[in-house]
Every structure is written in C-alpha cells, then in structure tokens.
C-alpha cells in the first residue's frame, strides 16, 4: 500500500517538475516580518512586514546594519551570534527594540543560519504586543456590548420607577411638615442624579447609526478648536495630516466625540502632571495593505485608515492598563472612566479597531478604520 503511495507520489513529480517560486515575492506576501543579515550584519533582504515594522524601505536598509537601527547592547546580537556559533535556529521573547526610531516592545526573534551563505542569519521578528493589543481589543468589543446590554435594562428598569419616586417626592414636598421637607429635596435631587447617570448611559445602547461620507479632517479642526478655546488652552495642538486620507463612512458627531474624548484625556493627563511644555499630536495616514489578523480566526479586517492622537504627558497608569476600555475605570477623582468605553464602543460600531502604546512622554491612541465601499453597505 505504501509503497503504491510512494509510487503515486513519484509519478506525479516526474510528470511535471513544479517551477520554482520567485521566493522574495512569496517572503514579502508573509504578514510577517522577515529580513536576511549577512556575515556583516548588513541587510541582504527585508519583505514588506519588515519593512513597515522597521519603519524603513528595502533600499534604505540596503544602505545599513543592524546596529545602526537596534543599539549594539541590544541581545538581538548575542543571538545571532549565536545562531552563527551553533549554526543552529534560537528564538528569544519578549525582546525590546528600542531606539531614537525604532519602538518595539515584546517582540519574539528567531534566528536560523542559511548555510548556502555562510555567516548568513534570517531573522523572523514577531509582535507579539500587535496579537496582545488585539486580544485586548476583542475583549473590549466584548465589554462594550455588555455596556449595551446594561444601557439597555437601566434606561427600562430604572428611568421608570425614578420618575415615580420623583414625582412622589415632589407631591410630600407641599404637604409635608417644613423641618421634613429637606428629606423630600433629597430624594428628588438623588433621583435626579441617578436619572443624569442613565441618560449618559444611554449613549451606549443599540441603535443603528446613521452614517455619512465624513471628512476626518474636518472633525480633528472643529475638535481642535474646541480644545483651543476650552480645556487646552495652554496646550500646544500639532496636527500631522495626510491630505489625501479618503472620507470616513460614518456617523460625524460621534466621531467627533471619540476625537474629544482622545484629545480630552491627553490634555488631562498633561495638566494633571502639571506640565508647562504639554503637546498633544493629531495624525492621520493611509495604511496601504495593512492587514489585521483576527486572533483565533482567519478572519482578515482591512483597515486602512488610520486617526491618531498622541501626547507627551506621563502615559497610562501601569495598572488601568488591563481594562483600560472599561466602563467605570479612571484614575481621576472626578472621573467618570466612560470617555473610553464609549471610545472603544463607537469606533467598534464603525468597524474599526483602537490600540494603546503608552509610555512615559509619550502615549499615542491609534483608531483603525475601514474605508467607504462604493456600494456603502459593505463596511
Ligand atoms: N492620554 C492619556 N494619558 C494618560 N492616561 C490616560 C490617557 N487617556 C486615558 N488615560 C487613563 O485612562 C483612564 C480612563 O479614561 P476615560 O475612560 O476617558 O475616563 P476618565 O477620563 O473619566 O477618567 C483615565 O482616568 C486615565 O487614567
Ligand atoms: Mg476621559
């Protein structure tokens, strides 16, 4: 039986010897980056996910080494050193990459040698933040729908009742004995309050958006200007604009509220460090065939847009950091932790994703959109 296989087999090899690949084509189709060091540790060869995670073109790097990227203490080097030594594959985790260009923290590397060229090393670089910060926001989206859920029972469940004990309220007021009557002030002014929570809540319930072809342009100036005008006052605003970003299909008065919400936490958390040189950068790009892989699925999100706010202001408290989209997580004394639950919810209701690099100095919020289809309804 085997061995009628093992014929079967040979015979449809000899029949037509499959031509070989071009192998940089099939490199650079990878989603991942992969690039080929010489003896020297000078770059032979990098596909495309190289280039875009080294934030350099193949020609560009043609003219380097990697130690002009990655500072020569970096243990990317003792690795391949050792790939070289033992002319074996190693892998190491959880590397960070860090230069004046370069940020890349929890990256996994693996080296192997290529013995037809001695000295050779490929270097496969994994994010492995990009898949974490993916994760998270799969579970944001979760978190959003159980604040939608919860929208929903409160606005039914609560509102109802609170106008009876309200009105209830108000009828003791006029009958009851003067020294009482601050008991029924109370209890209209708590249900007041409890009635203001769950009309903000309600901005989280499921209605169907009504969408337009959006000019993100145009919502990051009127947020912009707002900001000037109001709470960032004495915050310096840049903006880095891609002019030929297409438009946005989308609901413009909630995206101008994701954009105020962004910018609002960043001049917050400027002011709050008590900063006199606050910056708060506003960017937008195209992010030609950038692909994000869904976790766990070989579901495949073209998200092509990409809105970003970045600040220079003491980054996110280290542990916020796990449910930072959240509804009800703040580190502020009078913080309603919401700004970003409704973030993470309307960016998710427009089909697109949000990611978190936070620092010290620095901590960027990066929206991913789709683009508007021809037929509109495909998004
Ligand atoms: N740009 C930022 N820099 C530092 N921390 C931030 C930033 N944006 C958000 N945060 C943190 O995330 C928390 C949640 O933000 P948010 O959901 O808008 O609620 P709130 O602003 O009411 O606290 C904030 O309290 C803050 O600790
Ligand atoms: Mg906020």
Redesign the pocket.
Known sequence: MSNALARGVLAVVGRSAPKPPDYAALLSALPVPVVLLDKDNRFRFANHAAEQFLGLSLVQLAQHQLGDIVPLDNPIFLLIGTVRESEATISDHDLTLESPRLHKVGITVQGSPLPEEPGSVVLVLQDASAARALDRQLAFRGAARSVTGMAAILAHEVKNPLSGIRGAAQLLESSVAEQDRELTVLIRDEADRIRALVDRMEIFGEKPIERERVNIHRVLEHVRRLAQSGFAAHIRINEVYDPSLPPVHGNRDQLVQVAL?LVK??A??ITGAGMTTGEITLITGFQHGVRLAVPGSDQRLHLPLLVAVR?N?????ED?RAN?FDPF????PT???????LVAKIVADHGGLIEVD?RPGR?EFRLHLPVVHDDAESI
């Open positions: 919400n936490n960043a917050e958390s600040d202001g003491p980054g996110i408290p916020l930072l997580v703040s580190s502020k913080g309603s932790g919401l700004g970003l639950a936070s901590t």
